[in-house]
């Protein structure tokens, strides 16, 4: 893997207002600019790249990530004025939207532990923690400490690593993301499952790994997550990446059926859950 670029900048305010896609949540929070996991051929399908955020270096997507210096300060400034205005238990916030907040970068520095930290401080309705790195598991008692107050979501697109290694070569393997969830879900804390985007998979064999995996499964789509109907996910490849490797059959709409059925089958209606809807089930 070829080296990366790091940068330490100040950050002008932690918590960022959402909508859209997101708008079950009233803040986003990015410890991170950029994303590692996105280097070499990593995570293809990210629709990041195509922001402007992604433009921000002028090197490959995947090769630099900026950390922001200050982002405990910031959190805990915002949390207190929240909580001054009687906005505290209300507030739901969603990390991260645009990188993952434990990339490598987070086990020197630490910004994502220290957000954690100022959360237990300042208790918010509800915090989504969104990775696909068993990085997270360093911070299991933090997040206990959260409660009912915690989600723990973990991306998993597919349950089979051939498909893994050949679309997202950079994250780890199904067996290890799993591996996660069964810990996190054994200590009580609330564990959602992302098959965001569905890749190619086993239907039977992934709902019953993700039956004692999980307290709740969202399956998202290239056409139903994207924003655009399945266009921005065409104009980052996909579809010629699903030729290339022999699934073309995969990228389509209505492909996720067979999945969705298998997962309501084994799981049960209300743990299977789709696209937005899922996400802003909070």
Known sequence: MSAKRYTLKPTARALTPTGGFLKGFAFSLNPYIGCAFGDSGGCPYCYVRMLPIARVESVRWGSWVIAKSNLAERLEHELVALEKKGRLGET????????????????RLGLTRAALDAFVRHPIRRLLIQTRSPLIERDIEIIRALGSRAIVSLTLETDDDDVRRAFTPTSPSVERRLRTARMFRARGIFVQLAVSPMMPNHPERFAELTADSADRVIIDTYF????????????????????????????????????????????????VLMSRAGFTAV
């Open 92 to 107: 739901t916030i969603f990390m991260s939207s645009a990188t993952d907040p434990y990339q490598g970068l987070e086990r």
């Open 224 to 271: 139903d997550g994207d924003g655009a109907n399945g266009a921005r996910s065409r104009a980052l490849g996909m579809r010629d990446l699903y030729a290339k490797h022999g699934y073309e059959e995969w990228f389509r709409p209505g492909a996720e059926r067979e999945l969705v059925d298998a997962m309501r089958s084994r799981l049960g209606i209300d743990r």
